[in-house]
């Protein structure tokens, strides 16, 4: 199977998983979303409300302020791959447990090893344990770390930011910096330089990103 094929037969899987007691409770599994080719993955923790009655993830509150963040780095929705640590919704939202999150993992990582992305954003602490273990987000924020045959940044969950308003300069400065790291990552891994038109952008609309009606 090429890589299209095999993401979709990857969400078939998903959708009819039985491994772990998320199942019991789901609407419709959230495989993921994106090109196969996709440069940039973006990791989240679970499915919410919305994303288990649409079956696709960041559909709600936080999706919104996602596709404005991807807006500001100069890339939409269609560039970029987005998933999550568990595919289905953990009941009342609660933390996933460590034995779903290891039911889901070969999931995760065969649809990392399939798209074979530059970078890794990781959304919230738990899709940074995966691979940064052992820290505290808060002191790592924004920051490339090279991961093996990638580079992983872990940000804050755009959730966290409608919940706590302190929060959203620090994730609004991380996502302006990912077009330059993410140029900084293809010339590590031997990869074509582009560039970008954000800093063309950002200077006819510098207030735009600070103008997020959320709160």
Do not use: W
Request: net charge neutral; aromatic share 6%; hydrophobic share 40%.
């Amino acid at each position: 199977m090429n890589a299209e094929e095999t993401l979709t037969q990857l969400a078939k899987d998903v959708a009819v998983c039985t491994n772990c007691v998320l199942h019991e409770s789901r609407k419709k599994a959230v495989a993921g979303e994106g090109p196969a080719d996709a440069e940039i993955m973006f990791i989240g923790e679970g499915p919410g409300f919305h994303e288990n009655e649409q079956g696709r993830p960041f559909v709600g509150a936080a999706g919104k302020f996602l596709d404005q963040l991807l807006a500001q780095a100069g890339v939409t929705r269609e560039d970029v791959f987005i998933a999550n640590v568990v595919k289905c919704r953990p009941p009342g939202n609660r933390d996933p447990q460590p034995e779903e999150l290891e039911m889901c993992d070969k999931y995760l990582e065969t649809q990392i090893r399939t798209i074979n992305p530059s970078i890794i954003v990781t959304l919230g602490r738990f899709s940074m344990g995966k691979f940064i273990p052992g820290v505290k987000i808060t002191s790592v924020h924004g920051t490339m770390h090279r991961v093996g045959e990638r580079f992983v940044i872990p940000m804050f969950h755009p959730a966290a930011a409608l919940h706590q308003a302190a929060l959203k300069p620090s994730i609004l400065a991380d996502f302006a910096n990912l077009p330059d790291q993410l140029n900084e990552a293809r010339k590590a891994l031997g990869k074509t330089v582009i560039s970008s038109k954000r800093k063309e952008t950002a200077s006819r609309e510098p207030e735009k990103p600070q103008q997020l009606n959320l709160f």
